[in-house]
């Protein structure tokens, strides 16, 4: 079954084959469907105890909280994960801050909330709502289309060799998607030479 739940189409027909008194062999053969999965079906049907027209009857939504009664569990990882996602801006905007690593906001996030989620979900929850937050999109270049040029990063000291004085300039860079091979260029003030 693997966790997967199966569509209610295919919940009627094995209700529909019940009521046929097929067994769950010959369901799952007829249906494709693991035996497992058939006899799990066939559990919560039985641990409904009504008969299976009365089943048929009802509509999705109701057939669906008989066959798929909620558990506390599952409520309780809802509010966990609910509790989670309030804090997801907080921990993206921490993210962008020099130094701050996952396993420190973890540490926090484990200090306030005792109960939540361990490190590896931490990081699984928060790289699906990074995904969510920023969607990424490819481009594609062409060899020699195009080049990227732009000043980078803070700035960059070097020592005049002539003088012994420290000169802080920013540092332009040229960039071909393609060959991925950065060309740096120390520029003392920004306006470039060229």
Avoid at 89 to 99: D, H, I, N, S, W
Avoid at 102 to 122: C, N, V
Wanted: with cysteine; hydrophobic share 40%.
């Amino acid at each position: 079954m693997a966790n997967k739940l199966t569509s209610m189409q295919t919940l009627r027909i094995i209700l529909q084959l019940v009521d046929r008194s097929l067994s769950g062999r010959a369901i799952a053969r007829q249906l494709g469907l693991s035996r497992n999965t058939v006899s799990h079906y066939l559990k919560q049907i039985q641990a409904t105890q009504q008969p299976t027209h009365i089943l048929q009857a009802l509509d999705d939504a109701e057939l669906a909280k008989v066959l798929y009664p909620t558990n506390a569990v599952a409520v309780a990882e809802d509010s966990r994960h609910d509790e989670f996602c309030k804090l997801v801006p907080y921990f993206l905007a921490e993210l962008k801050r020099t130094g701050v690593t996952r396993y420190l906001l973890w540490k926090e996030y484990l200090a306030k909330t005792p109960d939540g989620y361990r490190y590896s979900q931490f990081c699984f929850h928060l790289n699906e709502q990074r995904a969510v937050v920023s969607p990424s999109f490819r481009n594609h270049y062409k060899p020699a289309e195009l080049m990227m040029v732009d000043f980078a990063g803070d700035l960059i000291p070097y020592i005049n060799k002539y003088t012994g004085e420290q000169i802080a300039c920013l540092c332009l860079f040229a960039y071909c998607p393609i060959a991925t091979l950065p060309m740096p260029k120390p520029c003392p003030t920004q306006p470039c030479p060229f």
